[in-house]
């Protein structure tokens, strides 16, 4: 009787170009939406989707294990957002009693439009070179995770959204060089280097806030 771990083996193959399209409107909201309650659960969906296209490229069990390290990563950046309450710099009462509960951002516009720039980029780029060692939806999620995660990085100065920007990146990095490197221990280094680059954007968001440590 197969375990658990092989029929999601089997399931990945089935789920690739579905996980390929999440992929790209997961990195997509993570630049459009600044609300950080949504980042966070944004970001838990796009470590599970990536998994799910590791899987079409390395072992079930060390693509589970990847899975596992980013939705570990996911409650780090929850604690340290509700600690700094949600990016909410502090303002007057009557002006926060102005402002409705949900309202557009000036610069979601540009924001949107960027992305859909980037993601046609992406798309073409990926049809007319696809990377060989990876399938068609691997390869696409894999220009669409670097591409996006460094327009993140290039559109923030809050240091919790850049720091997704950068593992949304390192997403995209670590799903092509799995294909060339699938050894554990590789997985294991870039998950120490994704733990790392969580702590170090934990502590610059409560710096910034004035708190001057870790959640």
Known sequence: MPTWIEILGRLAAFTAAPAAIGVMLTAGT???IQDW??????????????????????????????????????????????????????????????????????EMPFRLLAVLIVMLATYRLAAQYPLPELPPAASLATYTLVALGMLALGLTEEPLKAGMGLLTFMAGFELFYAALEPSISVIGLLGLINFLITLATSYLTAARAGLGGMP
């Open 30 to 32: 993570l630049v459009v």
């Open 37 to 106: 309650r949504i980042s966070v659960f944004t970001l838990v969906v796009q470590y599970i989707l990536v998994g799910l296209l590791l899987m079409t490229v390395i072992r079930p069990e060390v693509a589970v294990i990847k899975m596992l390290v980013g939705t570990m990563i996911c409650p780090v950046f929850y604690v340290t957002a509700r600690r700094v309450g949600w990016g909410r710099a502090p303002e007057p009462i009557p002006e926060r009693a102005a402002r409705p509960r949900w309202y557009l951002p000036t």
